[in-house]
């Protein structure tokens, strides 16, 4: 019995309106101090580390928007499933250059795949999605694949 449907599967490919926003040195020092990092060039803006774009992604909106428990909505590529418990499945990035201050990037999300497994306490759905990072013109500079896993 398979618990992705042909719906489910219709949605692989699904993108969300792309987005585009600058790198500020300031928010980069901000950043490096929040996370603790020690490198000097995150410490003085001059590079983003890695993660800041995790965070560069999410929208700051207001407090009466938060879910009961603090968090922000999920992402609207993420579909309603049957297995309603969400963890983190890790990251896989490719990196084609570094982000510094200035960058004006555009970031582009889809759900990449929908797939199923059957693990040891029951059935299991992996969602993947891309999340790529790009000039304006269209040059990568970081692509993500994201897993989700549903059970």
Do not use: W
Not at 32 to 56: H, I, N
Not at 97 to 114: F, S
């Amino acid at each position: 019995m398979t618990l992705l449907t042909d719906a489910l599967r219709a949605l692989i490919g699904t993108e969300v309106p792309p987005f585009e926003f600058e790198i500020s040195r300031n928010d980069l020092k901000k950043y490096a101090v929040a996370t603790g990092q020690t490198r000097r060039c995150y410490l003085d803006g001059d590079e983003a580390p890695l993660l800041f774009l995790f965070s560069a992604m999410m929208p700051v909106i207001p407090l009466d928007q938060l879910l009961p428990d603090g968090r922000q909505p999920d992402s609207p590529l993420i579909p309603e499933l049957p297995l309603k418990r969400i963890m983190a499945g890790g990251s896989d990035y490719q990196i084609h250059r570094k982000v510094r201050p200035g960058d004006v990037l555009v970031c582009r999300q889809r759900l990449a795949d929908l797939y199923e497994k059957n693990g040891s306490a029951g059935p299991l759905i992996f969602m993947v999605f891309e999340n790529r990072f790009e000039t304006r013109s269209g040059e990568p500079v970081v692509i993500e694949r994201l897993t989700r896993i549903a059970r």
